[in-house]
């Protein structure tokens, strides 16, 4: 029981970190929305599937770094991990995103060839590249620190960006 308990508080606190960094960044995305008009205020709505997409993000990242296919790129020198990494997350994301906007449609044009005839159409096109550049830019800041940290360590990280600890020196 005690060797389950540790499972589960060890994969909690990993999905905790990208969690939270993603509910940050989509917190941002619909500030950003918001003060475009496209979402006319925040409410209990928007910041639950905040707190979903970030549940979701995080989980879905911790998954994703466990495939072979996102360590190709595991030399020296990290650009070419971390732009590996981009450009993966930003596929799965772009799927979702596209999801995102077929959805609504399926029960609007009753199923999934309509709805997809009218996708094009119906998309706002300005906001959904916006939110995947927005999207995108903080996605290379996660990779590169990440990246970084796998390569010095958590605490030597720790150790050069907030300074040493009182009980370290």
């Known amino acids: ?12 606190l990993e999905m905790l970190t990208p969690t939270i960094f993603f ?78 906007e077929l959805i609504p449609l399926l029960s609007k044009y009753d199923g999934l060839a309509a709805a997809a005839s009218h996708l094009s159409d119906e998309v706002h096109w300005p906001r959904f590249w916006a939110t995947h550049l ?8 996660y990779c590169a620190i990440t990246a970084l940290i796998s390569v010095i360590g958590k605490n030597r990280f720790r150790e050069v960006f907030f300074g040493r600890s009182q009980g370290s020196r």
Do not use: C
Not at 46 to 58: D, E, N, Q, R
Not at 59 to 80: Q, T
Not at 134 to 141: G, K, P
């Open 23 to 100: 509910f940050v960044v989509f917190e941002i995305i619909l500030f950003a929305r918001s003060m475009m008009g496209i979402e006319q205020q925040f409410s209990l709505t928007s910041t639950t599937a905040v707190i979903i997409g970030a549940l979701i993000v995080g989980k879905s990242v911790l998954i994703a770094d466990a495939l072979p296919l996102f360590h190709w790129f595991s030399e020296p020198r990290l650009i070419f991990n971390v732009l590996w990494r981009v450009l993966l997350y930003l596929l799965v994301v772009l799927m979702f995103q596209i999801l995102e």
């Open 1 to 12: 029981m005690n060797k389950t308990l540790a499972f589960i508080k060890k994969e909690f």
């Open 134 to 141: 927005i999207f995108a830019v903080f996605l290379v800041h």
